[in-house]
């Protein structure tokens, strides 16, 4: 039988008796090191770069931050006296934790009871584009960390009370004057029926504490009541607040 020693083609081939390789008692063969600056250095320039544009994104994020608070500022004193307690009630009402920070949840209906109903998309968009980030409290329940993680909220993120001030006091002047007009009649139009009526009128007046008499209501009725059928429509109304 055919060795490697008495068959030099197959000694050549499986490196068998050329210099510098292993076998018994011999040297170990060629060691592979890798070029300075290789792989490890390749890694590290990698981390460095996505580790210098997170920074970069986060002082934009802060950038535009603070301009949209300074705008929402200048828009929060060009609101009403009213509109201003609308604010702040809608936030205070909603921060059920009473931290002065405000998570989806919260923001989703706080901004509902202003009158924005905005889908989950948007909710979520303001939260990345304009929240902060905060540590989950210790004490927060495995329900409501699986709810956020349901509607895909980070945890952390979250909206301060300052910055809740100056997105309402924008959206709120940028809003169609009719629409406002409109979010108000609804308010008078119990059962969405589509008119004010006097039984109406009577509610939201002692609601208000509002110590009107029934011959003023029934005359408010009667002054804008364009079509006679007792009632004060969409439409009529809209034209009573137009002027």
Do not use: W
């Amino acid at each position: 039988m055919a060795t490697a020693s008495n068959n030099p083609h197959l000694g050549t081939r499986y490196g068998i008796g050329r210099a510098g390789a292993s076998g018994a008692g011999g040297a170990a063969g060629p060691s592979f090191n890798a070029p300075a600056g290789g792989l490890g250095g390749g890694q590290a320039k990698t981390q460095q770069r996505i580790e210098a544009e997170r920074l970069e994104r986060e002082r934009k994020l802060r950038e535009d931050r603070e301009k949209m608070e300074q705008a929402g500022q200048s828009n929060l004193a060009s609101l009403s006296e009213e509109q201003r307690e609308e604010i702040s009630e809608a936030f205070n009402l909603f921060d059920l934790d009473h931290d002065q920070y405000i998570d989806y949840h919260e923001l989703k209906v706080a901004m509902k009871a202003l009158g924005f109903d905005l889908p989950k998309q948007e909710i979520l968009q303001i939260l990345n584009t304009h929240g902060v980030q905060k540590a989950p409290a210790a004490t927060t329940s495995k329900a409501r960390t699986a709810a956020q993680q349901q509607y895909e909220a980070a945890p952390h993120l979250v909206i301060p009370y300052n910055t809740f001030q100056a997105l309402m006091a924008t959206r709120i002047l940028e809003r169609d004057p009719t629409e406002e007009i409109i979010r108000a009649f609804e308010l008078f139009d119990e059962g969405n029926k589509g008119k004010i009526t006097l039984a109406d009128l009577r509610r939201v007046a002692r609601e208000l504490g509002e110590g009107l008499q029934e011959d003023e209501l029934v005359a408010m009725i009667e002054e804008f009541d364009m079509d006679s059928d007792n009632a004060i429509s969409q439409e009529e109304f809209i034209n009573i607040c137009l002027g």
